[in-house]
T-cell receptor, first 115, second 117 residues
Framework: AQSVTQPDIHITVSEGASLELRCNYS??????LFWYVQSPGQGLQLLLK??????LVQGIKGFEAEFKRSQSSFNLRKPSVHWSDAAEYFC?????????????FGAGTILRVKS | GAGVSQTPSNKVTEKGKYVELRCDPI?????LYWYRQSLGQGPEFLIY????????DSGLPNDRFFAVRPEGSVSTLKIQRTERGDSAVYLC???????????????FGPGTRLLVL
């Protein structure tokens, strides 16, 4: 069965500092990988996705993620964090089924930004 | 254009009562998904519709949960005999539903926060 592990429940970084959020997945085939962000009272917003090809993918809001098959990881990075990035971040793997595609999410990482 | 909408945004009910949660997907999206997000957890898949039919209901926790989508657009998630453990945020998502075996991006609504007292 597919699973996603986000080892860090909370992370605090200073504004302007770099950020890396960890994600490890378990999936028997080529994974479809996603990062979503959820702000309080808001729905999940897609930051970026990996389907195939270049293992470094760029997303919105200056985020990027790197797929490493050997490590079963898909870590999210940002070179300089802004206060508005404070939110909860979810990594997900797409579990393919013949007639539909459900997402399997990790438990999330809450990002706090210090000024 | 309008995104996925869900009503109500909040619902408080008493244990044992029946509730209905509504999802209005993005216009033209034929695929619709329900997820449940418990406190401190990531969303968990409940059910997926392609058009009017439930193509995958493997995530429904038990027979108290049921969902319909009679006209292939709006969907209603129904919970009978609610229990305190049903308290969670119920998220709806939609996607185009036309890509066959190709993955489609799912667009999420803001959710309905259900509290069972």
């Amino acid at each position: 069965a597919q699973s996603v592990t986000q080892p860090d429940i909370h992370i605090t970084v200073s504004e302007g500092a770099s950020l890396e959020l960890r994600c490890n997945y378990s999936y028997g085939a080529t994974p479809y990988l996603f990062w979503y962000v959820q702000s309080p009272g808001q729905g999940l917003q897609l930051l970026l996705k990996y389907f195939s090809g270049d293992t470094l993918v760029q997303g919105i809001k200056g985020f990027e993620a790197e797929f490493k098959r050997s490590q079963s990881s898909f870590n999210l990075r940002k070179p300089s964090v802004h206060w508005s990035d404070a939110a909860e971040y979810f990594c997900a793997v797409g579990a393919r089924k013949e007639y539909g595609n459900k997402l399997v999410f990790g438990a999330g990482t809450i990002l706090r930004v210090k000024s | 254009g309008a995104g996925v909408s869900q009503t109500p945004s909040n619902k408080v009910t008493e244990k044992g009562k029946y509730v209905e949660l509504r999802c209005d997907p993005i216009s033209g999206h034929t695929a619709l998904y329900w997820y449940r997000q418990s406190l401190g957890q990531g969303p968990e898949f409940l059910i997926y519709f392609q058009g009017t039919g439930a193509a995958d209901d493997s995530g429904l926790p038990n027979d108290r949960f049921f969902a319909v989508r009679p006209e292939g657009s709006v969907s209603t998630l129904k919970i009978q005999r609610t229990e305190r453990g049903d308290s969670a945020v119920y998220l709806c998502a939609s996607s185009l539903g036309t890509s066959g075996n190709h993955w489609e991006t799912q667009y999420f609504g803001p959710g309905t926060r259900l509290l069972v007292l």
